[in-house]
């Protein structure tokens, strides 16, 4: 299946593992439009994506976590298509759980988990309608394996997993495929100085970090294959296997 003027919505289309899969769509020909909360760094990613058709990539600035802003987006693109939404917007967990503040923890389901409900919640229909729709989510390693200092971040990736395999049942007989991504440990702003003398590779065995590049690979694979459905994902060096 060719990518060649598919729409398409990536929250956390700003920067990182979101943004690598915008600029790989959008250089198959896909038209994008990224979500963040930050408006300058939406401007600069979406500037950074290859036209190659004639409509124009798009930007929308608002918390995934708030249902206001998917219903906008919604209301907005009510005419257009959605042939692909991609879940990436999440934040990390920087405490224990008996040290983390309640709003922290409140925010990080809200943006990690509820940010993801929202958009499926807001789009399926969509592309039930349409007969024809691809959901890519992305959850993480942690939500199978754990890890220290992210219980919640590791329940809210846990759920991503678990409302995208019941999501697939669901929608599959509405031409509708739905899937998750399992990163491992990848070099973007999220894992910054997590790897400084190499004790992270070390226990990898590939013996590195990836690549959000490599991510992005993976979720255009999910994108193009038309019997990819239900598929969990892991793209981590091998960790999991470990
Ligand atoms: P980054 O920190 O590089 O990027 C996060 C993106 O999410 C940014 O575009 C950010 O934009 C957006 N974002 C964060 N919170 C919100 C919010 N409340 N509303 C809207 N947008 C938001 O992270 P990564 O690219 O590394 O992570 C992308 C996804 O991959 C996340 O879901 C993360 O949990 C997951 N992941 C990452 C791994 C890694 O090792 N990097 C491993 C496994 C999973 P802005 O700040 O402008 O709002």
Not at 21 to 28: G, N, Q, V
Not at 72 to 86: A, E, F, G, P
Not at 132 to 156: K, P, W
Not at 220 to 227: D, G, T, V, W
């Amino acid at each position: 299946m060719s990518l060649a003027g598919k729409q398409c919505i990536i929250s956390g289309g700003s920067r990182g593992i979101g943004l690598s899969i915008a600029r790989l769509f959008a250089a198959e020909g896909a038209w994008c439009t990224l979500v963040g909360r930050n408006r300058e760094s939406l401007v600069t990613a979406v500037e950074s994506l290859e036209r190659k058709n004639p409509l124009q990539h798009d930007t929308y600035c608002f918390d995934v976590g708030n249902v206001n802003g998917w219903e906008k987006l919604k209301s907005d693109t009510k005419n257009q298509r959605c042939d692909i939404l991609v879940n990436a917007a999440g934040i990390p967990q920087n405490s224990f759980l008996f040290a983390a503040s309640i709003p922290d923890l409140d925010n990080l389901v809200q943006t990690n988990l509820m940010g993801t409900i929202w958009g499926c919640k807001h789009f399926v229909p969509k592309m039930m309608k349409q007969k024809e729709g691809c959901i890519i989510n992305v959850s993480s390693l942690l939500a199978t394996h754990g890890g220290r200092g992210a219980s919640v971040y590791a329940a809210s990736k846990a759920g991503i997993v678990a409302l995208t395999r019941s999501l697939a049942w669901e929608v599959g007989r509405f031409g509708v495929r739905a899937n998750v991504l399992l990163p491992g440990y990848i070099q973007t702003d999220m894992t910054e100085g997590m790897d400084k003398n190499g004790e992270l590779s070390a226990l990898i065995p590939m013996g590195r970090l990836g690549l959000a590049e490599e991510v992005a690979d993976a979720a255009l694979f999910l994108a193009k294959n038309s019997y990819a459905h239900n598929c969990v994902l892991n793209i981590d060096g091998g960790l999991s296997a470990t």
